[in-house]
């Protein structure tokens, strides 16, 4: 942040404000004070009977690596109804019986990760303008190790291990970046 | 928006991008999109014997009503992280056992609650600066007439609803104004 989105000023501030206790950019010409919060990003282990729909992505980062149907939630809409987005923009796939099924804090990113559970409606889908290719998957077609995101492999990971007891659950945990920049899963 | 933060541009234009598909705040002088994304509002239901800790407001919105403490979740923090310092900073009573209650979709907002059961450590609690009072109450003394928002009506609700069925679960839903400005609340 250069300049005062609100009055031009250039002479912006990073200081913790008055009745505050966190550093933000701050005007002191008009006074505004700019907040940034965490952002929501939102998508489905999306089902049609014993596959998953996997997506190969075709935009940066991580271009040509297989994810799960996510992607950052917009403004005016449910945590449901840009999950579904997503995996239709994603996957051209619609989907129904989404349930929440994994919610995973990435604090050294700001993000919270919010999965669902879903049906695809009819088993069709196809590549959307993010992804170079979609594929329902068995569990062992899964590419583990060209995987997307360390939040996706975790998610995968409690999808199938709940698959095999026979029933599904909420689960809550956070994924991290230690002081050497490897990756700490918790689970909660 | 009026200004380009980035490079101080006044031309600012309201428009869809290309590939996008929303308007966005764009510069077209340098280039940048400006995304805006929906909020994360975390606190907690916190739990003290039977009764419940409620938070008179000191600040704006709705300054005199009661509340349970809840705020927006900060950069590199995590949920749970997030709603014990707002209950800390409201109320200075501190929390364990935080276990996730409420996820509520309120889009005309851009906002979702994720509210938690928890309990306050030793039962100390004291007005923050963000509260007039603070106190322990019992499911007879909520000001039902007298709350901030309906997320914190509906929130209570659930709450004393599970208590009376002896079992807590997660509830999710949406609250939505309608064209009348008439709240609408869902459970999902």
């Not at 950019?25 to 014993?50: L, S």
């Not at 590549?127 to 996706?152: N, R, Y």
Request: charge should be negative; proline fraction near 4%; hydrophobic fraction near 35%.
């Amino acid at each position: 942040m250069k300049f005062c989105s609100s009055c031009g000023s250039s002479d912006i501030e990073h200081k913790i404000p008055e009745g505050d206790n966190r550093l933000r950019h701050c005007c002191p010409r008009c006074g505004m004070v700019f907040y940034e919060n965490p952002k929501i990003v939102t998508g489905c282990v999306a089902q049609w009977q014993d596959k998953i729909l996997m997506c190969k992505r075709a935009i940066e980062p991580r271009v040509g690596t297989w994810t799960l149907p996510a992607g950052f939630m917009e403004n005016h809409e449910t945590l449901q109804e840009a999950a579904a987005r997503e995996t239709f923009e994603e996957a051209t796939a619609r989907t129904s019986n989404l349930e929440l099924f994994a919610i995973y804090n990435l604090p050294h990113i700001s993000q919270v990760y919010v999965m669902f559970k879903a049906d695809v409606l009819d088993g069709e889908a196809s590549s959307g303008i993010e992804s170079l290719e979609t594929e329902f998957m068995d569990e062992s077609d899964i590419p583990w190790s060209d995987l997307s995101f360390p939040i996706m492999t975790e998610t995968l990971k409690l999808y199938f291990e709940d698959r095999k007891h026979g029933e599904f659950s909420l689960h809550t945990g956070e994924i991290m970046r230690d002081h050497e920049r490897a990756i700490q899963i918790t689970r909660y």
